[in-house]
């Protein structure tokens, strides 16, 4: 792919398919869950120590994915799934292709890149807690109720108009229509098309610099680069692999597994059966809290969740998303 992109010249360039295009970006979707699995992998061995990594865990992925994009962008012009299936950014200007990005297309490329998706997700989460508390309550009256089913039905307009919108592009980039495959790129006035290759030292090379002690410390950190970047792309085949054996998976005949025996309820428990642990009364509405697997009233454990982010029984990191509502007889 990356030998098409060395034969640029004037007012041509070579154009990724539609498919390469919707795999880089299916790729940038998989950062956040993978760093997601990291930090509920250590909540397991240890969730007093590292509770804090769940109530944070956005801002901390904001950061690493900054200096990620920024990295790559830097020195490839190109995001890290870009740069995985072999693409880079170019700006097209009146019809001449300019290699280089430009200081202010590169800053609004990193804001687009990983503010946007950021502000969007904490959009989608306060969407999500608004309709929650929309179902939990009795009476939707008053000034209050209103402005939440105006941000609610505005979130649901946006997020249509913007995945219409897509879609319009992706197809008249594939009629020949638009030399921008997504708005987002439309937006920065850039395209996308295959990178040159990139000339690196060997291993030889560089074993020959430390055998003749020409082995400087930019070498050292060449090779640093280069081992954190192969790490990063090796971890991105990874996850994409991990994501395809789980499409692979998803169909299997869940009654066809043997049933699991019943854990153990522990004596703890056995004290609120029937009841709500937070009021200590018959639960209305039973809901379960996936985390820790209590049953709890809804807004009793709505408000605990909200309040202190946590189990009020086991003390786990739970949020909005852990609830499961119940539908007993």
Known sequence: MAVKGAHLTGTTYAKPSIFEIV????????LQPALKKVISFLLTCNPERYGWLLRWSDEIYLVLHAVLQNYYLKNYSASFSETFYGLKRINLTNSKIQKKLSERQERLTLILLVLFPYLWEKISYLVNKYRLNAESEASNKGVRSSFTRCIIRGYTIGHVTYQTLVLYYYILYIAGRSSSPTPLLRLASLTLTYSEPHKVATISDLLRKVKEGQFSIDDSIDVLKRTVTRSLELGAF???????????????NLTALPAPPPPAVPESAK??????????????????LAVSGYIFCYKCILSKVQKEGKCPVTN?????DDLIRLYLN
């Open 23 to 30: 795999a880089q970006e299916s790729l940038a979707t998989t």
């Open 271 to 288: 004290k609120y059966s029937g009841l709500c642990p937070v009021c200590g009364e018959t639960r209305r509405i039973p809901t379960v």
């Open 238 to 252: 990874f996850l994409q692999f991990m994501q395809w054996w789980n499409q692979e998976n998803y169909f299997t």
């Open 316 to 320: 786990y990191p739970a949020r909005e």
